[in-house]
C-alpha cells in the first residue's frame, strides 16, 4: 500500500522557519515526482512546489509565493521528501500535503496519493 | 495565469445525477483531474484524464472534457458523496492549477 505521512508542522512566529517532512512507503520512491500541496483554513487547495524523481534529471519549481523563501528536497536512502520554509508569513498558515505524482518529471500530471497533511500556524 | 472557475456549490437529492463544472480557457486541450475532499479528510483522487476512474472508485462517478468546459458527473448520488470537489489541470505558465471547489450538497 502507497503510504505518505507528513510530519513538521506547528505554531512559529511571522519571519521563522520550519522544515516539514513526507516519509514515503509502499513504492519506489525514486521513480516518482513529488510534490506539496497546500489549503488554507476554509480554503481551496493551492500547488506549492514539486520535485522531478531520482531516476530522472533534477528539477524543482515553485508557487509564485512561495519562490525565494520554500525549498523542496528529497532523500533517497530514507525515502523523504522535505518542504525547507524560510521566512515564513501569516499567510502561509495552511494544511500542508504531500502527494505523489504519476511519472519522474514534473510535468502534466495529477496528484495521487495524498498525506493526512500537517497543519503550519504563522502567528505573532 | 491560467484560471478555472467552479461554482461554488450544488445541491442534489438522493438518487439523483450531480453535474460539476470546471471552465477555463480552451481546457478542452487539456487534461482535467477531479478531486473529492471530506471535511477533515485529505483530498482523493476520483477522475484523472478527463474520465479515467482510479481503483476503488464508483462507476457512479464520471468525466467530460470538450471546449472550454469539463465536467465531474455523479449518478445516483449518496449521502456520502456530500463533499467538495476540485478540478485541476497543468498549464506550462501556472503549473498545477486548481479551481476554486464546488461543495456538492446531497439535499
Known amino acids: 500500500e502507497v503510504l505518505l505521512l507528513e510530519s513538521g508542522g506547528g505554531l512559529v512566529q511571522p519571519g521563522g522557519s520550519l522544515r516539514l517532512s513526507c516519509a514515503a512507503s509502499g513504492f519506489t520512491f525514486s521513480n516518482y515526482a513529488m510534490a506539496w500541496v497546500r489549503q488554507a483554513p476554509g480554503k481551496g487547495l493551492e500547488w506549492v512546489s514539486s520535485?522531478?524523481?531520482?531516476?530522472?534529471?533534477?528539477?524543482?519549481d515553485y508557487a509564485d509565493s512561495v519562490k525565494g523563501r520554500f525549498t523542496i528536497s528529497r532523500d533517497k536512502s530514507d525515502h523523504t521528501l522535505y518542504l525547507q520554509m524560510n521566512s515564513l508569513r501569516v499567510e502561509d498558515t495552511a494544511i500542508y500535503y504531500c502527494?505523489?505524482?504519476?511519472?519522474?518529471?514534473?510535468?502534466?500530471?495529477?496528484?495521487?496519493?495524498w498525506g493526512q497533511g500537517t497543519l503550519v500556524t504563522v502567528s505573532p | 495565469s491560467y484560471v478555472l472557475t467552479q461554482p461554488p456549490s450544488v445541491s442534489v437529492a438522493p438518487g439523483q445525477t450531480a453535474r460539476i463544472t470546471c471552465g477555463g480557457d480552451n481546457i478542452g486541450m487539456k487534461s482535467v483531474h477531479w478531486y473529492q475532499q471530506k471535511p477533515g479528510q485529505a483530498p482523493v483522487l476520483v477522475v484523472s484524464?478527463?474520465?479515467d476512474r482510479p481503483s476503488g472508485i464508483p462507476e457512479r462517478f464520471s468525466g467530460s472534457n470538450s471546449g472550454n468546459t469539463a465536467t465531474l458527473t455523479i449518478s445516483r448520488v449518496e449521502a456520502g458523496d456530500e463533499a467538495d470537489y476540485y478540478c485541476?489541470?497543468?498549464?506550462?505558465?501556472?503549473?498545477?492549477?486548481f479551481g476554486i471547489g464546488t461543495k456538492v450538497t446531497v439535499v
Open positions: 485541476q489541470v497543468w498549464d506550462s505558465g501556472s503549473n498545477y492549477v
Open positions: 502527494a505523489r505524482c504519476q511519472v519522474a518529471a514534473v510535468t502534466a500530471d495529477w496528484f495521487d496519493p
Open positions: 520535485l522531478s524523481g531520482s531516476a530522472t534529471t533534477h528539477y524543482a
Open positions: 484524464d478527463d474520465s
